[in-house]
């Protein structure tokens, strides 16, 4: 049995019930789980492991990531959809998107898994969603195990191309009983519904404009018959997205999806910008949970979404990055500052959201959504998941009167350690899983070879 101290820490926050924040603080962890959180002069004094970061540091929850597409790091900032909205971004995309193969999958979600790392992301899931080429999602699954990350991997798919009225192209769609079997074979594989899992599996059919409605409700079935499998799919993202709804099913996003039976306490939707009113209480009522993803709205300028209204109702609400080439950042930290600014300014009231609200989305709200009890909060009997953030960097000087605060008003960005699972994946702002440098030049070859064919 490994022990783990991690000591002397400024400030320690806890996300507890009572949301206590403990100074000059200590964690003790017994292999990959938490066996106490309290004053460093109460723990053990020492350990296997000990770190002491001489109080410098505030300490929270690893942050949760509940949506992205780690693919799409091959594709940012292309020039000729830097300033299109959703459906024009994504038909400009996709051509280049079919040329993917399994190396460019393994690759990009390494570097996504790593951007997500340094940024403070302990738990992310991922929706792929198209496999062109050599591409399967066990590569995808693999390659993110090599960085520590715990990860909820997603089996997207799409089923209705342009030739039956949907956004792809014919040649990125697959059959609907192909993606059902493969869905059962990669749960069967990799899905681990036990507590302190590293990897999860959920079924993800893309969107209602790329799948049709057999292929969500048979999608839910299976998952239902499967343990701790949930459901995943994007939703009212942007006014055309209604508008494809009300046109192709007569119904508004919020209705199709419980027609389609994607309501209940093992779905989350990504985006929900323009969920209805009714819709978001039928979200609060069924508990079904919202991965709401600011920049990228912001950056596609499809709006706001109301999350407000959605916390009021009740609605598991967490963060997500999106998509590397919808944002085109992976950072998670700046997404909880994203959300805090833009909750504010939708309400034009100042008070809307506060620095620890945004943070709380970002920990236990991200950990409702996918289902995990284990994760999201520093207690005993959690998974030892946390992250470290040097108070003496400059964009914290002059922002000691509340430094928890200080993680989303001033620009935190990047962390200093972060720990999943017990294990040290950060070391004083370094990955200790994957040769960086390496990595990034990898990617970038990879992207020049998929952008230029
Ligand atoms: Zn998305």
Redesign the pocket.
């Known amino acids: 049995m490994a022990t783990l101290l991690v000591k002397n820490i400024h400030t320690l926050v806890t996300m507890d019930t009572r949301r206590t924040e403990l100074r000059d603080a200590a964690i003790f962890v017994r292999d990959h789980v938490i066996e106490q959180v309290g004053a460093t002069v109460d723990l053990p004094a020492t350990a296997d492991e000990v770190l002491d970061l001489r109080g410098r540091h505030v300490v929270l929850p690893g942050l949760v990531n509940t949506?992205h597409?780690f693919y799409q790091t091959l594709t940012r900032v292309i020039p000729a959809a830097q300033d299109c909205d959703l459906f024009g971004w994504l038909k400009t995309l996709y051509p280049i998107w079919s040329r993917l193969t399994a190396e460019g999958v393994r690759v990009s979600a390494q570097m996504a898994a790593a951007e997500l790392l340094l940024s403070g992301c302990t738990t992310s899931s991922d929706?792929l969603y198209l496999f062109p080429n050599d591409c399967t999602l066990d590569d995808e699954i693999i390659a993110v195990r090599e960085t520590g990350l715990r990860f909820h991997a997603t089996r997207g798919s799409m089923s209705v191309g342009e030739s039956l009225g949907g956004l792809p192209p014919d040649r990125l769609v697959e059959r609907e009983d192909a993606i059902l079997r493969d869905s059962a074979r990669l749960v069967a594989e990799h899905h681990d519904p036990r507590r302190y899992a590293l990897t999860r599996v959920a079924l993800a059919p893309c969107s209602p404009f790329s799948v049709s409605c057999d292929l969500m409700r048979e999608s839910a079935v299976l998952a239902r018959t499967l343990t701790g499998v949930r459901l995943h799919t994007?939703l009212a993202e942007n006014r055309a997205d209604v508008a494809y709804s009300l046109a192709k099913f007569g119904l508004t996003p919020g209705d199709y999806a419980e027609s389609v039976g994607w309501v209940g306490d093992d779905v989350w939707h990504?985006h929900c910008v323009q969920l209805s009113d009714d819709s978001i209480a039928k979200f609060g009522r069924t508990g079904t949970g919202v991965a709401h993803c600011p920049c990228s709205n912001l950056r596609l300028a499809s709006g706001i979404a109301p999350v407000k209204k959605m916390l009021c109702a009740r609605v598991p609400v967490g963060l997500g990055v999106?998509?590397a080439a919808?944002n085109d950042a992976s950072n998670l930290l700046h997404e909880a500052r994203a959300a805090c600014l833009v909750a504010r300014v939708a309400a034009e009231d100042a008070s809307a959201m506060t620095a620890r609200e945004a943070l709380e989305l970002a920990t236990l709200g991200g950990a409702r959504v996918l289902g995990r009890d284990d994760i999201g909060r520093l207690a005993p009997g959690m998974a030892a998941d946390f992250i470290a953030v040097n108070l003496d960097r400059p964009s914290f000087a002059g922002a000691q009167a509340d430094v928890v605060a200080a993680l989303i008003l001033c620009e935190a960005n990047q962390v200093d350690y972060s720990f999943v699972h017990g294990r040290r994946v950060v070391d004083q702002g370094r990955l200790t899983t994957v040769d960086l440098p390496v990595l990034v030049e990898r990617t970038n070859r990879l992207s020049r070879e998929l952008v230029n064919g």
């Open positions: 949506h597409h929706h994007h990504a999106d998509g919808s």
